[in-house]
C-alpha cells in the first residue's frame, strides 16, 4: 500500500451485460411498485404488449431450444406467425417454431384457434416458408376444450380437417385451389405441431429474468451481494483515493503521501477504513442493480444524487474536509423513492456512491478540482 494503483482507466464493476432488450419507458412506470400480481397485470395489458412479452419470454429460452435467433412479425399480414424463432440460417426456409400470441378478455377456444391454424398451411402453400416444426398458441387464458384437442394430436386434425370441410368465411375466403391443396397438406402432416402453453409456465421462466421486475413494476428481489475491500486498493480506487489523500494532507499535514500513511496515521486511519467499506457497498448496489434490475437503474440513481450533491459540494468551505463532510450527510438525507433500488439505497451505499462520484471526476473535496 506504499502507492496509489495507477488508474488504468477501468472501473472494475463496468461492462457487465445483462440483456440485450431494454423494455422501452412506456412499458412501465418506476413512480411506484405494482400490488398485484404479474398474473392479474397481464389480463389488462393491450396486444402488442402480450406480444412483446411473449417474445422476451421466447429469447429467454434461446439456448434450451438452440434458436439461432427471435423475431416479431406480428401484423396484419403475418399468416399467423406472429413471434418467429429459427433454428437454422435458412429462417422461414428452414425449420422454425412459431409462436401465436392472442390476448382475449375470455379464454382461447378451439373455435379461435382452427382460423388461426389454417394461416401457416396456406403459408406453405402459398410462399417458399416451410411449415414451422412447432406451433405454439401463447395466451393469458386458453379454455380447457382447446387444451383437451391439442393434447390429442390425432383428435385434432380430425376436428381441424373437418373444420376445412366446412363453409366457415376463413374457410370461404381461400381460393379452391389453395383450399385444396391446405387440406391435402394437412392431411399428411403430424398434429402434434401444435401446442399451447399456461400462463403460469411462462411467468415461471420470466421470473427467472433480469426484466421480471421493470416489466411487473416490481420490487427487484434478493440482496445485494456484500463486497469486502481488498487488503491491497485496486486500480478502480486510484482516483476517489487520490482525492481523500487530498483531503488528509490539507487536515492533517503533508506527511501523509501515501494510502498507507493515511492507514498509518492515527487520526485518518480509520476514517480512510470507512470509506473504502463505504465505496464497495456503493459497488456491490451497482452488481445488484446490473443483474436483478435491466436498463440503467444505478445511473440514473447516480444521476439524480450527483445533482442534488453538486450544490452542496460547490458552495463555500474553509476546507476539503469540511465540504467532504457536508456532501456525505446530504447524501443521507435525499429522497430517492422513485428509484427500484430505494429500499436497498442505505446509508452506507449512499457515502459510497459519493466517492464512486470522486472516482469519475464528478466531485471532488480540495480547492482547485474540477466539478
Keep these: ?26 412499458v412501465v412506470s418506476h413512480n411506484r411498485f405494482d400490488t398485484r400480481t404479474p398474473l392479474q397485470q397481464v389480463f389488462y395489458w393491450e396486444a402488442d404488449q402480450w406480444e412483446q412479452f411473449t417474445c422476451e419470454w421466447v429469447r429467454m429460452r434461446k439456448d434450451e431450444f438452440g434458436y439461432l435467433g427471435v423475431e416479431i412479425i406480428g401484423g396484419t399480414n403475418d399468416r399467423g406467425a406472429d413471434v418467429v424463432a429459427f433454428m437454422s440460417e435458412q429462417r422461414l426456409n428452414g425449420e422454425w417454431h412459431c409462436y401465436q400470441c392472442k390476448h382475449y378478455s375470455d379464454g382461447l377456444t378451439l373455435d379461435d384457434a382452427l382460423p388461426e391454424m389454417i394461416k401457416p398451411f396456406a403459408a406453405a402453400v402459398e410462399t417458399t416458408r416451410t411449415l414451422p416444426t412447432k406451433y405454439i398458441f401463447v395466451a393469458p387464458r386458453i379454455h380447457s376444450r ?110 501523509i503521501a501515501t494510502v498507507k500513511d493515511a492507514f498509518e496515521h492515527p487520526a485518518s486511519g480509520q476514517h480512510l477504513g470507512r470509506q473504502r467499506v463505504a465505496f464497495f457497498d456503493a459497488e456491490s448496489l451497482r452488481m445488484y442493480a446490473r443483474e436483478s434490475v435491466p436498463g440503467d437503474a444505478y445511473q440514473e440513481l447516480q444521476d439524480d444524487v450527483l445533482d442534488n450533491l453538486i450544490e452542496v459540494a460547490v458552495r463555500d468551505f474553509p476546507s476539503g474536509w469540511e465540504r467532504l463532510q457536508a456532501v456525505l450527510q446530504a447524501s443521507g438525507q435525499l429522497n430517492i423513492s422513485g428509484s427500484l433500488l430505494a429500499s436497498h439505497f442505505r446509508n452506507s451505499q449512499r457515502k459510497g456512491m459519493c466517492h464512486q462520484l470522486a472516482n469519475e471526476d464528478k466531485l471532488t473535496w480540495c480547492t482547485g478540482g474540477s466539478w
Excluded at 4 to 22: K, N, R
Excluded at 219 to 246: C, F, H, M, Q, S
Design 146 to 255: 382447446l387444451k383437451d384437442t391439442v393434447l390429442t394430436p390425432a383428435e385434432l386434425k380430425r376436428r381441424f380437417l373437418s373444420y376445412m370441410d366446412g363453409r366457415t368465411r376463413p374457410v370461404a375466403a381461400l381460393t379452391p385451389e389453395t383450399r385444396h391443396a391446405v387440406r391435402e397438406l394437412a392431411a399428411r402432416t403430424d398434429f402434434s405441431m401444435f401446442w399451447t402453453v399456461n400462463l403460469d409456465e411462462v411467468l415461471e421462466v420470466y421470473s427467472k429474468s433480469p426484466l421480471f421486475a421493470s416489466r411487473f413494476n416490481l420490487p427487484p428481489t434478493g440482496e445485494p451481494v456484500k463486497l469486502i475491500p481488498p487488503p491491497v486498493p485496486g486500480v478502480n480506487e486510484a482516483r476517489y483515493l487520490k482525492r481523500l489523500l487530498d483531503v488528509y494532507q490539507e487536515k492533517f499535514g503533508a506527511q
Design 1 to 26: 500500500m506504499d502507492e496509489l494503483p495507477q488508474d488504468g482507466g477501468g472501473m472494475g464493476a463496468e461492462g457487465i451485460a445483462v440483456s440485450q432488450y431494454v423494455p422501452p419507458p412506456s
